[in-house]
Structure formats: C-alpha cells, structure tokens
C-alpha cells in the first residue's frame, strides 16, 4: 500500500527532545514497516523548530545516507519557512533564499514531491482573507514556475498545501494553478480542509493532487473511501500521508491512524 507518515505527527515527541530525524527513520522503517517518509523541515532540530535556517548539506548528506540504507524514500518534503508571498518585501527575499535553499536540500535527499506554501495571513482580517491582490497572484504564480522548472530538472514535484492564506480557498488554489500551467505542479492535499467551498474543495483541485494527508477526524470521517475513490478517478496514484500529531501517546495512536487508513485502502 502507498502509505506515508507525515514527520509534523511526532512534533509533540520531538518538543519533549525524545525523537530526533534519525529516529524518527528508525520508527518509519522498522516500527511500522514502511519504505518511505514524509520530512517536514521541523525535523531538522529537536524542541521548537527553527525556520530561518536551512540544514547544511553535510548534515542533510547524513540524512540521505540514513535513509539510503534503510531503503526509505521522501515521497514528500513539507517545508515552513519559505512560502512565497509576504507583504514585506525584505522578509519576502528572505522567504525566496529560504526556498531555494530547502529546494537544493529536497535534491541532495531525493524527493518526489516539496510543499511549498503560498504565504501567510492576506489582509487585516485575522480569520484569513484568501483572496489576493494582482501583484500577490502574479508574484505566487511566478516563483511557482520557477520552482516548477527546478522541479523538472531534477525529478521532484512542487506546489503549496491548502495551509494558510489563500490555499485554504480551493477556488484560489484552481486559480493559481491553472495560471502556473506546468507538470510539474502539484498539491498536497490535506483533505477535507478549507475554509470556504467545504463540499467540493477536495474535488476541486484533485486534477493537481500529488500528495495527500489524512489526520484523525478525515480517516474515520463517513466519506472517506469516497474521497479516496474521488481521487483516484480524477487520476491521483500517489500516497496516502497521515498527519496526525497526538497530544500523547504518539507511536500508539500512529498504530491506531495506520490501521484506520490501510483498512480504508483494503476494503476500497
């Protein structure tokens, strides 16, 4: 079955400094008897995570030796730190160094797919105002094609998750990739979550979808096998990532959420 775990599901574990990257390979490959994983670049320290560094590529060559001999692949590199847009033009340069850095760290550890968001908070409304000026549009598409090209030079698809801003709008996130037009531009789909068009959101963007997260609440939901078969008909054969980060307890309920899903897949 083509199943993941999303690394944000041990944050907690790895708050308390009892799981480090290197565990959390160890608990992927030989805990729940997967080949692949799901890094996000939280990851890369233990307790609170530091987003305005990238790893160096010496550390990240540890990282890929690791997995190397496991037999693990990073179906996905889930990255904070370097959505595209800010108001700031400063921080917005930062932001833009911070991608290319965490797109050469995708590279040196073999990724098949980076999420890479479209920015924060839009406007002055504190619920999210996820609609975007022209400039923010044409500066997300831009950089999404630039990605995108780096993407296709070196095996791996880029596109944001509907996260925050505008990406939790699937009429913004059909927008902005219809606009991108490229290959190599995908989602990753947290399903189920979104802030306006709740009922076709998943639907509305499954054309894109190359990487999904189920959580607690969408593994066990009445309509997850549709969900599932929903995707699969708009041509989606990628993995099935679970984000679930317990408050307590986390290798148990890991246990629990990876049964859930791979009786969702079984019984499909």
């Not at 939790?168 to 306006?196: C, T, Y």
């Amino acid at each position: 079955m083509k199943i993941s775990i999303g690394g944000y599901s041990f944050f907690n574990t790895f708050l308390e400094g009892k799981m480090d990257i290197f565990g959390y390979l160890e608990s992927v490959k030989y805990r729940y008897g997967l080949d692949t994983v799901d890094i996000w670049n939280g990851q890369f320290t233990i307790g609170e995570p530091d987003f305005s560094r990238v790893p160096d590529e010496e550390f990240l060559k540890k990282v890929r030796e690791a997995m190397d001999e496991k037999g693990l692949t990073l179906i996905n590199y889930a990255v904070d730190g370097a959505h595209i847009w800010d108001a700031d033009p400063d921080k917005r340069e930062q932001l833009y160094q911070n991608a290319l850095g965490h797109l050469n760290a995708a590279e040196i550890l073999g990724a098949k797919t980076v999420r890479i968001d479209t920015g924060g908070v839009f406007g002055n409304d504190p619920a999210f105002d996820m609609n975007m000026t022209d400039e923010q549009f044409e500066y997300i598409v831009k950089h999404y094609r630039e990605y995108c090209e780096r993407g296709a030079q070196n095996g791996y698809m880029v596109g944001p998750e509907n996260h925050i801003g505008p990406s939790l709008s699937p009429v913004q996130m059909k927008k902005i990739a219809e606009a991108v037009d490229h290959p190599n531009f995908g989602i990753l789909l947290h399903i189920g979550r979104w802030r306006e068009e709740a009922e076709k959101g998943d639907e509305m963007v499954a054309p894109w979808v190359c990487h999904t997260h189920f959580d607690a609440r969408t593994a066990v939901a009445e309509d997850a096998q549709d969900k599932i078969r929903m995707l699969q008909e708009n041509g989606f054969d990628g993995y099935w990532g679970i984000e679930y980060n317990a408050d307590k307890n986390q290798y148990v309920e890991m246990e629990w959420i990876l049964g859930t899903v791979k009786r969702l897949l079984a019984t499909l």
